[in-house]
């Protein structure tokens, strides 16, 4: 099983959410089979890592895939119009 790590931003944005359960019920898959759970498009941070972004329902969650480190780390979610 992977290791999935929420910054506390992420975290706190989750916490607020009155509907997280499609959100949680991707990061599960995320824990549980991070090689086939994939974002729906991703984009290229400063360091060139590969930021993948789902969008689930009105939130878009960013996160980076560490395979050597065996870890998933959700950086953000985000109301979908705040992109």
């Not at 991707?26 to 993948?52: C, K, M, V, W």
């Not at 980076?64 to 979610?77: G, Q, S, T």
């Amino acid at each position: 099983m992977t290791l999935v790590y929420i910054h506390t931003q992420a975290a706190d944005q989750l916490r607020a959410l009155a509907n997280r359960t499609e959100l949680l019920g991707f990061i599960g898959r995320l824990e549980a089979n991070p090689t086939d759970t994939h974002g729906d498009y991703s984009q290229p941070d400063p360091r060139g890592r590969a930021i993948e972004v789902k969008i689930i329902g009105r939130q878009a969650i960013l996160f980076f895939k560490d395979p050597f480190a065996n870890l998933v780390k959700i950086l953000d979610i985000r109301h979908v119009e705040a992109l």
